[in-house]
T-cell receptor, first 109, second 115 residues
Framework: GQNIDQPTEMTATEGAIVQINCTYQ??????LFWYQQHAGEAPTFLSY????GLEEKGRFSSFLSRSKGYSYLLLKELQMKDSASYLC??????????FGGGTRLMVKP | EAQVTQNPRYLITVTGKKLTVTCSQN?????MSWYRQDPGLGLRQIYY???????DKGDVPEGYKVSRKEKRNFPLILESPSPNQTSLYFC??????????????FGQGTRLTVV
């Protein structure tokens, strides 16, 4: 079976840094993904990790530890527009993408 | 413009009345999939298709059917909708290759209510 866990909600201040954690258990593993979803909109792709380590993309970075079944998304210099849900998803060897419940991030002034 | 188009965006229907939600992509992607999104449960995969005439069940396929007769279209069919299928549905497509499943492009969603 597959299990993806991430916090339900987080709050942070504009300009700060926030880390959203995700733990996963999958039968077979082919990569870990992060998506952003604003309320009422479709998810949009943020990042992809298949090897251990940190992937940096501007203000957003994503980290993966395959041995620990753990990933995090790091958002720096938070802006109000970063208020959204962040979805962690794992791809298994059977070509299925399993999503976690999402973390709703609220950025306050 | 590269996009995934779903129709309709909103639908209210009655129990038992067959309906189809269409999904079309113009990026020549091989992989397409359907998800439903419910509060507290996140996105759950209903069905996916690796290519034309190839479909497979996802996590929650019961009560749904799909077909993939052409590469661009992947309709979701509810033969006899029930209230527990009230949800927000997303279609997605991905390009081929090693990153096939990660850079999914999502449609704008279809909010279905079954009364």
């Amino acid at each position: 079976g597959q299990n993806i866990d991430q916090p339900t909600e987080m709050t942070a201040t504009e300009g700060a840094i926030v880390q959203i954690n995700c733990t996963y258990q999958t039968s077979g593993f082919n990569g870990l993904f992060w998506y952003q979803q604003h309320a009422g909109e479709a998810p949009t792709f943020l990042s992809y990790n298949v090897l251990d380590g940190l992937e940096e993309k501007g203000r957003f970075s994503s980290f993966l530890s395959r041995s620990k079944g753990y990933s995090y998304l790091l958002l720096k210099e938070l802006q109000m527009k970063d208020s959204a849900s962040y979805l962690c998803a794992a791809n298994n060897a059977g070509n299925m993408l399993t999503f976690g419940g999402g973390t709703r991030l609220m950025v306050k002034p | 413009e590269a996009q995934v188009t779903q129709n309709p965006r909103y639908l209210i229907t009655v129990t038992g009345k067959k309906l189809t939600v269409t999904c079309s992509q113009n990026m020549n992607h091989e992989y397409m999939s359907w998800y439903r999104q419910d509060p507290g449960l996140g996105l759950r995969q209903i069905y996916y298709s690796m290519n034309v005439e190839v479909t497979d069940k996802g996590d929650v396929p019961e009560g749904y059917k799909v077909s993939r007769k052409e590469k661009r279209n992947f309709p979701l069919i509810l033969e006899s909708p029930s209230p527990n299928q009230t949800s927000l549905y997303f279609c997605a497509s991905s390009p081929p290759g090693d990153r096939a499943l990660n850079e999914a492009f999502f449609g704008q969603g279809t909010r279905l209510t079954v009364v």
